[in-house]
Protein backbone atom coordinates (compact mmCIF):
# COMPACT_ATOMS: atom_id res chain seq x y z
CA UNK A 1 0.00 0.00 0.00
CA UNK A 2 0.93 3.42 -0.92
CA UNK A 3 0.05 6.69 1.06
CA UNK A 4 0.16 9.88 0.04
CA UNK A 5 -1.83 12.82 1.74
CA UNK A 6 -3.19 16.50 0.38
CA UNK A 7 -1.99 19.09 3.01
CA UNK A 8 -3.55 22.55 2.80
CA UNK A 9 -6.27 24.96 3.97
CA UNK A 10 -9.99 26.07 3.21
CA UNK A 11 -10.96 27.47 -0.31
CA UNK A 12 -7.67 26.12 -1.70
CA UNK A 13 -9.16 24.38 -4.47
CA UNK A 14 -8.21 21.00 -2.92
CA UNK A 15 -11.38 18.95 -3.35
CA UNK A 16 -11.16 19.98 -7.47
CA UNK A 17 -7.42 17.67 -6.59
CA UNK A 18 -9.13 15.45 -4.62
CA UNK A 19 -11.64 14.43 -7.40
CA UNK A 20 -8.61 14.29 -9.95
CA UNK A 21 -7.09 11.62 -7.43
CA UNK A 22 -10.18 9.80 -6.76
CA UNK A 23 -10.40 9.31 -10.70
CA UNK A 24 -7.25 7.50 -10.55
CA UNK A 25 -7.31 3.95 -10.59
CA UNK A 26 -6.48 2.48 -7.37
CA UNK A 27 -6.74 5.71 -5.72
CA UNK A 28 -8.92 6.09 -2.27
CA UNK A 29 -7.96 9.41 -0.76
CA UNK A 30 -10.26 10.53 1.70
CA UNK A 31 -11.54 14.01 2.62
CA UNK A 32 -11.07 16.31 5.76
CA UNK A 33 -11.30 14.28 9.02
CA UNK A 34 -10.98 17.65 11.13
CA UNK A 35 -7.49 16.87 11.88
CA UNK A 36 -7.35 13.53 13.35
CA UNK A 37 -3.90 13.00 12.40
CA UNK A 38 -2.86 16.25 13.67
CA UNK A 39 -3.80 15.06 17.44
CA UNK A 40 -2.16 11.87 16.88
CA UNK A 41 1.26 13.26 16.04
CA UNK A 42 0.75 15.19 19.06
CA UNK A 43 0.46 12.10 20.95
CA UNK A 44 3.56 10.26 19.59
CA UNK A 45 5.68 14.02 20.50
CA UNK A 46 4.17 14.59 23.79
CA UNK A 47 4.99 11.01 24.80
CA UNK A 48 8.30 11.60 23.65
CA UNK A 49 8.82 14.26 25.47
CA UNK A 50 7.30 13.54 28.41
CA UNK A 51 10.05 10.30 28.42
CA UNK A 52 12.77 13.32 28.62
CA UNK A 53 11.28 14.20 31.53
CA UNK A 54 14.00 14.65 34.73
CA UNK A 55 11.60 12.39 36.83
CA UNK A 56 10.57 9.74 34.05
CA UNK A 57 13.61 7.47 34.17
CA UNK A 58 12.71 6.47 38.00
CA UNK A 59 11.49 2.84 38.60
CA UNK A 60 10.31 3.93 41.93
CA UNK A 61 6.69 3.10 42.06
CA UNK A 62 5.93 6.30 43.93
CA UNK A 63 7.64 8.78 41.47
CA UNK A 64 4.92 10.97 40.34
CA UNK A 65 5.70 9.67 36.34
CA UNK A 66 6.15 6.05 37.31
CA UNK A 67 6.07 4.07 34.54
CA UNK A 68 6.27 6.61 31.46
CA UNK A 69 9.55 5.49 30.45
CA UNK A 70 8.53 1.92 29.77
CA UNK A 71 5.85 2.63 25.85
CA UNK A 72 7.85 2.24 22.97
CA UNK A 73 7.43 5.89 20.95
CA UNK A 74 7.85 3.75 17.28
CA UNK A 75 5.23 1.38 18.29
CA UNK A 76 3.03 3.65 19.54
CA UNK A 77 3.25 5.74 16.44
CA UNK A 78 3.25 2.39 14.73
CA UNK A 79 -0.04 1.16 15.91
CA UNK A 80 -2.07 4.74 15.96
CA UNK A 81 -0.86 4.56 12.29
CA UNK A 82 -2.20 1.32 12.01
CA UNK A 83 -5.85 1.89 13.62
CA UNK A 84 -6.05 5.70 11.44
CA UNK A 85 -5.80 3.05 8.27
CA UNK A 86 -7.82 0.72 9.71
CA UNK A 87 -10.87 3.07 11.11
CA UNK A 88 -10.21 6.43 8.85
CA UNK A 89 -9.13 5.80 5.99
CA UNK A 90 -10.37 2.17 5.33
CA UNK A 91 -9.13 1.58 1.88
CA UNK A 92 -11.09 -0.92 -0.62
CA UNK A 93 -9.35 -4.09 -1.05
CA UNK A 94 -8.32 -3.01 -4.67
CA UNK A 95 -6.91 0.36 -3.22
CA UNK A 96 -2.72 0.75 -4.33
CA UNK A 97 -2.92 4.65 -2.48
CA UNK A 98 -4.79 5.93 0.14
CA UNK A 99 -4.63 9.27 2.30
CA UNK A 100 -6.86 11.63 3.07
CA UNK A 101 -6.72 15.82 1.91
CA UNK A 102 -6.98 18.20 4.76
CA UNK A 103 -7.06 21.79 5.89
CA UNK A 104 -6.51 22.42 9.19
CA UNK A 105 -3.19 23.70 8.91
CA UNK A 106 -3.21 27.45 9.37
CA UNK A 107 -2.37 29.37 12.67
CA UNK A 108 -5.34 29.64 14.25
CA UNK A 109 -6.11 26.01 14.04
CA UNK A 110 -2.62 24.72 14.21
CA UNK A 111 0.42 25.63 16.58
CA UNK A 112 3.91 24.97 14.78
CA UNK A 113 4.60 22.50 16.87
CA UNK A 114 1.41 20.61 16.11
CA UNK A 115 1.91 21.17 12.63
CA UNK A 116 5.57 19.58 12.59
CA UNK A 117 4.52 16.76 14.56
CA UNK A 118 1.17 16.35 12.23
CA UNK A 119 4.01 16.33 9.28
CA UNK A 120 6.80 13.54 11.28
CA UNK A 121 3.87 11.67 12.15
CA UNK A 122 2.26 11.03 8.23
CA UNK A 123 5.97 10.63 7.02
CA UNK A 124 7.80 8.51 9.75
CA UNK A 125 4.66 5.84 10.18
CA UNK A 126 3.30 5.63 6.65
CA UNK A 127 5.64 3.98 5.13
CA UNK A 128 7.01 6.02 2.32
CA UNK A 129 4.23 8.51 2.19
CA UNK A 130 4.13 11.46 0.10
CA UNK A 131 2.38 14.94 0.38
CA UNK A 132 0.78 16.66 -1.82
CA UNK A 133 1.42 20.52 -0.59
CA UNK A 134 -1.87 22.51 -1.97
CA UNK A 135 -1.38 26.78 -2.31
CA UNK A 136 -3.52 29.87 -3.32
CA UNK A 137 -2.91 33.24 -3.59
CA UNK A 138 -4.27 34.94 -0.61
CA UNK A 139 -6.02 37.50 -1.75
CA UNK A 140 -8.11 34.74 -4.06
CA UNK A 141 -8.73 32.87 -1.05
CA UNK A 142 -10.04 35.76 0.82
CA UNK A 143 -12.40 36.52 -1.74
CA UNK A 144 -13.76 32.70 -1.52
CA UNK A 145 -16.22 31.00 0.95
CA UNK A 146 -16.71 32.08 4.72
CA UNK A 147 -13.10 33.86 4.39
CA UNK A 148 -14.90 36.47 2.55
CA UNK A 149 -16.99 37.19 5.64
CA UNK A 150 -13.83 37.87 7.44
CA UNK A 151 -13.52 41.82 7.78
CA UNK A 152 -9.94 41.55 9.00
CA UNK A 153 -7.74 41.48 5.66
CA UNK A 154 -4.52 41.54 7.51
CA UNK A 155 -5.13 38.23 9.35
CA UNK A 156 -6.34 36.28 6.40
CA UNK A 157 -2.86 37.52 4.57
CA UNK A 158 -0.65 36.27 7.83
CA UNK A 159 -2.60 33.15 8.03
CA UNK A 160 -2.16 32.06 4.37
CA UNK A 161 1.39 32.94 3.81
CA UNK A 162 2.39 32.03 7.22
CA UNK A 163 1.05 28.03 6.18
CA UNK A 164 2.94 28.84 2.73
CA UNK A 165 5.57 29.00 4.66
CA UNK A 166 5.28 26.02 6.30
CA UNK A 167 4.92 24.03 3.66
CA UNK A 168 7.60 25.38 1.68
CA UNK A 169 9.97 24.48 3.83
CA UNK A 170 8.34 20.63 4.60
CA UNK A 171 8.60 20.37 0.79
CA UNK A 172 12.15 21.43 1.01
CA UNK A 173 13.28 18.94 3.92
CA UNK A 174 10.90 16.07 1.98
CA UNK A 175 12.67 16.32 -1.38
CA UNK A 176 11.00 14.24 -4.01
CA UNK A 177 8.26 12.53 -1.31
CA UNK A 178 6.73 16.18 -1.23
CA UNK A 179 5.23 18.02 -4.20
CA UNK A 180 4.24 21.99 -3.69
CA UNK A 181 1.47 22.69 -5.90
CA UNK A 182 -0.43 25.85 -6.31
CA UNK A 183 -4.58 26.93 -7.37
CA UNK A 184 -3.31 28.87 -9.96
CA UNK A 185 -1.39 26.19 -12.08
CA UNK A 186 -4.18 24.30 -12.70
CA UNK A 187 -7.46 27.13 -12.31
CA UNK A 188 -9.39 26.06 -15.89
CA UNK A 189 -5.80 24.26 -16.96
CA UNK A 190 -5.91 20.51 -17.56
CA UNK A 191 -2.21 20.65 -18.35
CA UNK A 192 -1.48 21.68 -14.78
CA UNK A 193 -2.20 18.45 -13.81
CA UNK A 194 0.79 17.06 -15.64
CA UNK A 195 3.40 17.36 -13.67
CA UNK A 196 1.48 16.27 -10.84
CA UNK A 197 0.33 12.92 -12.04
CA UNK A 198 4.22 12.26 -13.73
CA UNK A 199 5.63 13.08 -10.39
CA UNK A 200 3.03 10.29 -9.03
CA UNK A 201 3.91 8.05 -11.82
CA UNK A 202 1.03 7.69 -12.83
CA UNK A 203 -0.32 7.82 -17.06
CA UNK A 204 -1.00 11.63 -18.11
CA UNK A 205 -5.15 10.57 -19.60
CA UNK A 206 -6.16 13.58 -21.57
CA UNK A 207 -9.71 12.92 -21.61
CA UNK A 208 -9.60 12.40 -17.36
CA UNK A 209 -7.38 16.00 -16.94
CA UNK A 210 -10.31 18.12 -19.26
CA UNK A 211 -13.20 16.38 -17.49
CA UNK A 212 -11.73 17.43 -14.09
CA UNK A 213 -11.09 20.78 -15.28
CA UNK A 214 -14.57 21.52 -16.89
CA UNK A 215 -16.34 19.81 -13.60
CA UNK A 216 -16.49 22.81 -11.28
CA UNK A 217 -17.46 22.28 -8.28
CA UNK A 218 -20.47 23.73 -6.64
CA UNK A 219 -18.90 24.34 -2.87
CA UNK A 220 -16.37 26.86 -4.77
CA UNK A 221 -19.44 29.12 -6.02
CA UNK A 222 -20.34 31.56 -3.98
CA UNK A 223 -24.15 31.15 -3.98
CA UNK A 224 -23.80 27.71 -2.83
CA UNK A 225 -21.34 29.06 0.57
CA UNK A 226 -24.03 29.13 3.59
CA UNK A 227 -21.25 28.92 5.97
CA UNK A 228 -20.20 32.51 4.89
CA UNK A 229 -23.81 33.41 5.33
CA UNK A 230 -24.55 32.38 8.70
CA UNK A 231 -21.24 33.94 9.58
CA UNK A 232 -22.25 36.84 8.51
CA UNK A 233 -25.99 36.73 10.12
CA UNK A 234 -24.39 36.05 13.69
CA UNK A 235 -22.30 39.40 12.78
CA UNK A 236 -25.54 41.55 12.42
CA UNK A 237 -27.02 40.14 15.17
CA UNK A 238 -24.41 40.43 17.32
CA UNK A 239 -24.22 43.98 16.43
CA UNK A 240 -27.46 44.49 16.78
CA UNK A 241 -27.91 43.28 20.21
CA UNK A 242 -24.80 45.59 20.95
CA UNK A 243 -26.69 48.57 19.62
CA UNK A 244 -29.45 47.71 22.27
CA UNK A 245 -26.95 47.41 24.84
CA UNK A 246 -25.52 51.00 24.46
CA UNK A 247 -29.32 52.58 23.92
CA UNK A 248 -30.44 50.98 27.12
CA UNK A 249 -27.23 51.79 28.76
CA UNK A 250 -27.86 55.34 27.43
CA UNK A 251 -31.40 55.68 29.23
CA UNK A 252 -30.61 54.42 32.07
CA UNK A 253 -27.85 56.84 32.72
CA UNK A 254 -30.47 59.74 31.92
CA UNK A 255 -33.03 58.62 34.13
CA UNK A 256 -30.43 58.45 37.20
Known sequence: MQYLFVVTYGRSGSTVLLNLLNRLEGYCIRGENNGIANH?????????????HP?????????????????????????????????????????????????????????????????????QYFPGARIIFNTRDWREVAESGW?????????????????????????????????LIDYADYKGKPD?????????????????????????????QKSHDDRGKFLRLKRALSKR?????IKKSGETSMLS
Not at 241 to 245: G, K, M, P, Q, S
Open 55 to 123: HAKSHNPDAPWFGINDPKVDSWGQKLAGAFVEEILRPDPDTRVTGFKEIRFTAHETSLAEYESSIAFLT
Open 40 to 52: LGMSVSVLAEAQE
Open 147 to 179: WRYESNMKRIRDLIEDADRRFEASAKALGERAF
Open 192 to 220: GFRPLLEWLGEEVDEALLASVSQNWLVHL
Open 241 to 245: FAERA
